[in-house]
């Protein structure tokens, strides 16, 4: 299968239609404006910014504001629901949830998750009062939102509505006793093969729950904001831990489901001193890694082995794909 990278960056989207190692070039839109994440489906695309979202119906060509715009302009993450064409969301700094029936051209606010910002007190080291919704993920009609720093949120009616998880307490809780998470919760992820089977990269280690978030058991105590979990085996895993922000970064692998992990950086130089791992993509039969520095690079997930890809771009900060 082809396909068309697209990324969000400090300076715009880029889009790269090459392959594998020879995806070394790239087209650029939005130039000058500060992209934090991007989502596509059916050849729309959403591009997200701290001024709102933007769209585009032409795979990337041109570029347009929504009809009806979130409320909330800052954007920490975009996501379209796999299952369901047009259902896209949209997590916010400060914290909000916002959901669009028509491929991001009308949104409407999740006002529950507002109320349980305020309620909770989320926030931020570098955003006092705010919080932020910073990674959604998708298994039927269950949905799960990492709030940084906050909890985890669930809804059983395709994001229409939200609440807390039953392991995640809600306010700040930096030392959770089992069955709670850690409540610096950086991106969540649900495996394919059951709805209950959720992994979270925190601020205070890596919890994964087999209970849909009703417990939550910590197996790997360190700094992590990213998990790419293998869709047809749950105990395979690979990570990116750190020693603390942006400190000492490294990927790492499990097969067992987290109870060991060994070494998975084959082709880098870890661990890096200054930088870690912020966000896995798998596209195809490759697996990308976004870094905190701005680097964009991959590997094969038939044997690791990682290279920088687009070593000229800079200030990547998510990606997304298209089938071509």
Avoid at 293 to 312: D, F, M, R, T
Wanted: with cysteine.
């Amino acid at each position: 299968m082809n396909s068309t990278l697209y990324l969000a960056t400090s300076s715009g989207v880029l889009m790269s239609a090459a392959l594998g190692e020879s995806r070394q070039s790239a087209q650029h839109a939005l130039a000058g404006n500060v992209i934090t994440c991007i989502a596509a489906q059916d050849g729309i695309l959403l591009a997200g910014s701290r001024d709102g979202v933007l769209r585009s119906t032409d795979s990337g060509i041109s570029w347009g504001a929504p009809e009806i715009k979130p409320d909330i302009p800052h954007m920490r993450w975009l996501s379209f629901h796999p299952d369901r064409a047009g259902l896209a969301f949209a997590g916010t700094e400060p914290a909000g949830i916002f959901i669009s029936h028509d491929y991001g051209k009308t949104w409407r606010s999740c006002p529950e998750v507002i109320q349980l910002r305020q309620r909770h007190r989320w926030s931020l080291p570098y955003s006092p009062g705010a919080g932020c919704v910073r990674g959604l993920a998708f298994h039927g009609n269950r949905c799960y939102a990492a709030v940084e720093d906050g909890c985890v949120l669930v809804s059983e009616d395709f994001g229409e509505t939200w609440r807390l998880a039953e392991g995640s307490r809600g306010d700040a809780d930096h030392f959770p006793l089992p069955p709670f998470i850690h409540s610096d919760v950086h991106s969540i992820e649900v495996h394919p093969a059951s709805m209950d089977r959720v992994a979270a990269p925190t601020g205070g280690g890596f919890f994964v729950s087999l209970d849909g978030g009703l417990s939550w058991a910590n197996h790997y105590r360190c700094y992590c904001r990213a998990v790419w979990l293998n869709p047809v085996n749950p105990d395979h895993m690979i990570m990116g831990p750190a020693g603390s922000v942006d400190r000492d970064g490294r990927i790492e692998v499990t097969w067992d489901g987290g109870q060991t992990w060994q070494d998975s950086s084959a082709g880098l130089a870890t661990p890096w001193r200054n930088y870690m791992v912020e966000r896995f993509t798998q596209v195809d039969d490759q697996l990308f890694a976004v870094l905190s520095n701005g680097e964009l690079i991959a590997s094969p997930l038939s044997q690791i082995s990682w290279k920088s890809v687009l070593p000229g771009s800079t200030g990547v900060n998510a990606l997304a794909w298209l089938a071509t």
